[in-house]
């Protein structure tokens, strides 16, 4: 399964309970990207196509609020404290430790879900440890050495042979 998939399950995962309870509500996620509109419009446009075949349509019952850092990181505790003051349901932060640390400043209640980029979350301090992260912050990074014995312990649970 592709890093495509774990992000939507992530988003899920925190966005359901939302939906459920609230059905007349539009639902607000913010999203962070370190770089420009043009380069993460193909991630963006595959989050907003595999939310709409589960039926989480934008306009309907989700809303985006786009911010990107477009490289420049004097920029990236500027538009995390924006989508806070907007107080959108969940932030999804596309790429990079210094963008998830400055989602993690300026918020303590909402939800941050990371998507690849970034290196081991809990030596950069994202979360406590992988099997129990704590605090406000779940996703995916690049980490793949310590993980990759998790994956294969995963794999051995679900295919037995």
């Known amino acids: 399964?592709?890093?495509?998939?774990?992000?939507?399950?992530a988003i899920l995962l925190v966005c359901i309970p939302?939906?459920?309870?609230?059905?007349?509500?539009?639902?607000?996620?913010?999203?962070?990207?370190?770089?420009?509109p043009a380069v993460e419009s193909s991630r963006a446009a595959a989050i907003r196509s595999a939310l709409r075949e589960l039926?989480?349509?934008?306009?309907q019952n989700i809303a985006f609020e786009y911010r990107y850092g477009e490289g420049k990181r004097e920029r990236f505790a500027e538009?995390?404290?924006?989508?806070?003051?907007l107080n959108v349901d969940v932030i999804i932060v596309a790429g990079g430790d210094a963008m998830v640390r400055a989602a993690m400043n300026a918020t303590k209640i909402i939800p941050i879900i990371m998507s690849g980029g970034g290196a081991d979350p809990v030596t950069t301090g994202a979360i406590q440890s992988l099997s129990s992260p704590g605090g406000n912050v779940t996703g995916?990074?690049?980490?793949?050495g310590e993980l990759g014995g998790k994956r294969l312990e995963l794999s051995k649970k679900s295919f037995p042979l």
Not at 79 to 85: F, K, M, N, S
Request: proline share 0%; hydrophobic share 45%.
């Open 1 to 9: 399964m592709d890093s495509k998939f774990w992000l939507i399950t």
């Open 18 to 36: 939302m939906v459920k309870a609230q059905q007349e509500k539009i639902h607000r996620i913010g999203y962070l990207s370190v770089r420009d």
């Open 55 to 59: 039926g989480y349509i934008e306009g």
């Open 79 to 85: 538009i995390a404290a924006d989508l806070v003051r």
């Open 140 to 144: 995916l990074t690049n980490l793949t």
